[in-house]
């Protein structure tokens, strides 16, 4: 079974920029839906981004314009650009995939999740 695989956390200055990256652990016949969110201990997991097969993306007002998400096709690892970092985007930021209905022959796993990456925004 495959699993996604994310990176790019890290520890960043208030108006600094990372990139996070969301790919699968190995070679899947499912096509994923790609959403990003973050989680803290106090807060609710929260909705960031989402971006779709055919590029259609959505984001969170709480980010909206800051964050931009992408993917250079169907297949490819899904970017979460973050520039204009706030304290308050300090959070273990999480990846899960979702191949929409009806499934592509051979794939076994709609749903998919990483285990997440940490970002600490300092002021």
């Known amino acids: 079974q495959v699993h996604l695989v994310t990176s790019g956390g890290g520890s960043v200055q208030a108006g600094g920029s990372l990139t996070l990256s969301c790919g699968t652990s190995?070679?899947?016949?499912?096509?994923?839906?790609i959403t990003w969110y973050r989680q803290t201990p106090k807060k609710e997991r929260e909705f960031i981004a989402k971006i779709q097969t055919d590029g259609t993306s959505t984001y969170a007002d709480s980010i909206k314009g800051r964050f931009t998400i992408s993917r250079a096709d169907a297949r490819s690892v899904v970017f979460l650009e973050m520039n204009s970092l706030k304290p308050e985007d300090t959070a273990t930021y999480l990846c899960e995939g979702r191949n929409k209905p009806p499934l592509p022959d051979r794939c076994r796993q709609a749903e998919v999740w990483g285990r997440g990456t940490l970002v600490n925004v300092s002021s």
């Open positions: 190995g070679f899947t016949y499912c096509i994923y839906d």
